[in-house]
């Protein structure tokens, strides 16, 4: 069971819009930037959003990442077939087991 | 451009050992922490272990702790995860990864390296 916890699945039609939950508590994305990344079938994660709102350059601004208290969103806007990934959030965790955390994963599934 | 290789995996032995390679190019390997990340066959991230740029500062997930070392030499821009007392769970393929661009985030990854414990 992951510490950090997302919807095991989400699906829009292409064009629509979605949103990717992450919840966790206050060791981890209370007290930490959160990143979120995006695994393609067959390939490595690749990073799509960090410090919780920012983007590496080369994302487009179709993707974008808010936090409040304790809990994390990835929303992403005129959903393309090639976005259909596997979502992972992450963060530190503070607590005495110090060290990185992730979300079990949401698949994406673009109808 | 950032690259990072993995290599050293392949089939073991329950309670046997493995030592994986990350080999960085394209930036200053001693400027970035790296981290080690798996991922079970068709299951999702699991974080490992973390090291700081100058090798002293360390954490593990408690997964691992005790049976796996991370390490890094500077002078040959590489990473290590030394990997004892394998266990049939401990399958998966394994990145490693560097820091990317904000507070802790993996900015770049290698393609990752399978690793099977079976008898």
């Known amino acids: 069971q992951s510490v950090l916890t997302q919807p095991p699945s989400v699906s829009a039609a292409p064009g629509q819009k979605v949103t990717i939950s992450c919840s966790g508590n206050s060791s981890n994305i209370g007290n930490n930037y959160v990143s979120w990344y995006q695994q393609l079938p067959g390939t490595a994660p690749k990073l799509l959003i960090y410090d919780n709102n920012k983007r590496p350059s080369g994302i487009p601004d179709r993707f974008s990442g808010s936090k409040s208290g304790t809990s994390a969103t990835l929303g992403i806007t005129g959903l393309q077939t090639g976005d259909e990934a596997d979502y992972y959030c992450g963060t530190w965790d503070s607590s005495l087991s110090a060290g990185a955390v992730f979300g079990g994963g949401t698949k994406l599934t673009v109808l | 451009q950032v690259q990072l290789v993995e290599s050293g995996g392949g089939l073991v032995k329950p309670g046997g050992s493995l030592r994986l390679s990350c080999a960085a190019s394209g930036f200053t390997f001693s400027d970035y922490y790296m981290s080690w990340i798996r991922q079970a066959p068709g299951k999702g991230l699991e974080w490992l272990s973390y090291?700081?740029?100058?090798?002293?500062?360390?954490y593990y997930a408690d997964s691992v702790k005790g049976r796996f070392s991370i390490s890094r030499d500077n002078a040959k821009n590489s990473l290590y995860l030394q990997m004892n007392s394998l266990r049939a769970e401990d399958t998966a393929v394994y990145y490693c990864a560097r820091r990317g661009y904000g507070g802790y985030d993996l900015g770049y990854w290698g393609q990752g390296t399978l690793v099977t414990v079976s008898s």
């Open positions: 090291i700081g740029s100058s090798g002293s500062t360390i």
